[in-house]
């Protein structure tokens, strides 16, 4: 949301809250707000692995504002609520993500092997790139490889690639 400021941003947020938690008797109306939502999400660059962080952000806010009302029933209703709002969200985000970066079969070819052209030249380091990162979101991933030389493993990598 870089053009637009906290303050903004903030109202935008309760705003949609107020919206949601008015619409909860109308579930259809509820999801194509919800929908809409989503879609603009991805046009802003939110990830799927951002909406935890910001469930996590809303129940605390809530504890804070409610105080003692903020009931272990208050709370169970509210990540009841953000559980549909991330399940209607996220799918809607997913497929106009995918929409605004999906390529034809002929771009695809093109772009993979332009990019891959300009990759050749460092295939030297690839492997000191690719397997560290591998290992780093993948732990276990590094078992796979006990009795092979990491240089012998990156030649294998560059020219399977």
């Known amino acids: 949301f870089p053009s637009t400021g906290m303050g903004t941003q903030g109202d935008k947020l309760v705003k949609s809250l107020d919206t949601a938690v008015g619409l909860l008797g ?22 799927q692995e951002m909406y935890p962080s910001v469930g996590e952000a809303l129940i605390h806010t809530l ?13 169970s209703a509210w990540v009841k609520l953000y559980s549909v709002i991330c ?26 092997q332009d990019s891959w052209a300009k990759v050749v030249p460092i295939a030297d380091k690839v492997p000191g790139i690719f397997y560290p990162k591998l290992f780093e979101v993948d732990p276990a991933a590094k078992l796979l490889f006990p009795s092979t030389g990491m240089g012998t493993q990156g030649d294998k990598l560059v020219k399977s690639l």
């Open 87 to 112: 399940s209607v969200m996220q799918p809607a985000m997913a497929e106009e993500y995918e929409k605004q970066h999906s390529v034809s079969d002929q771009e695809m070819v093109t772009l993979v």
């Open 26 to 47: 109308d579930m259809e109306k509820l999801e194509k707000m919800l929908h809409g939502l989503g879609r603009r999400h991805a046009k802003y660059k939110v990830t």
């Open 63 to 75: 504890q804070v504002g409610l105080g003692d009302e903020f009931t272990p029933k208050v709370k």
